[in-house]
């Protein structure tokens, strides 16, 4: 969905050089989101769909703003992948025309990064349009590579690349996987020791 993310190369609030990067904050911003996307996204979303992000993980969509003017922001989730890791997805990133080429959409993608790992997540995965050589050079320079080509994908009939980022595990991910590995040592010693017994004579 991220299809035109990379055209703006370049905490709940940071700031430098006078451009400031607020995390959403509820109903009132969702507007403000829905007319940065309008303007630059090829495809057209629903209200419907805004919601669906915005209400379930309202903690990863980020604005940019110039003093009061917004001009950029980033939707993402984050949900479990098979019912074995969670994932991350960025599904819209814009940044307006005028404040391209200061890395704005990098800042917010990390940003948003940043919450998934404090969430868990092992992976992120978006699509970009595969002619979108802005948008495919800005995941590249976040450390994204081409898992695989999508035919079609876009209601315009162009072909996109589905982009993953693996994550580093956060502390406690580390300690939960540790505690499973070694949980499941003791059971398998545990069953060890209870299979090892003398077979009886008679």
Not at 24 to 47: A, W
């Amino acid at each position: 969905m991220a299809e035109e993310a990379g055209r703006a190369q370049s905490g709940a609030e940071a700031s430098t050089s006078g451009i400031h990067y607020v995390q959403y904050k509820g109903e009132e911003d969702l507007p403000i989101v829905m007319d940065l996307v309008d303007k630059e996204l090829s495809e057209p979303y629903s209200i419907f769909t805004y919601r669906y992000f915005l209400q379930q993980w309202p903690h990863l969509c980020y604005l940019a703003y110039d003093g009061d003017k917004p001009f950029g922001t980033v939707v993402c989730k984050m949900d479990m992948h098979r019912d074995r890791a969670l994932r991350g997805y960025v599904a819209m990133l814009v940044v307006d025309k005028e404040y391209r080429g200061k890395r704005v959409g990098s800042e917010l993608v990390k940003m948003a990064i940043r919450e998934m790992i404090a969430g868990g997540c092992e992976e992120v995965v978006l699509e970009a349009e595969v002619v979108n050589t802005g948008a495919l050079k800005l995941y590249q320079g976040l450390g994204f590579v081409r898992e695989k080509r999508l035919h079609r994908y876009y209601l315009n009939g162009v072909d996109a690349y589905r982009l993953k980022l693996l994550l580093p595990l956060s502390e406690e991910k580390k300690a939960a996987l540790a505690a499973a590995a070694a949980a499941e040592a003791e059971a398998l010693e545990g069953g060890a020791v209870g299979g090892a017994a003398e077979p009886a004579i008679a």
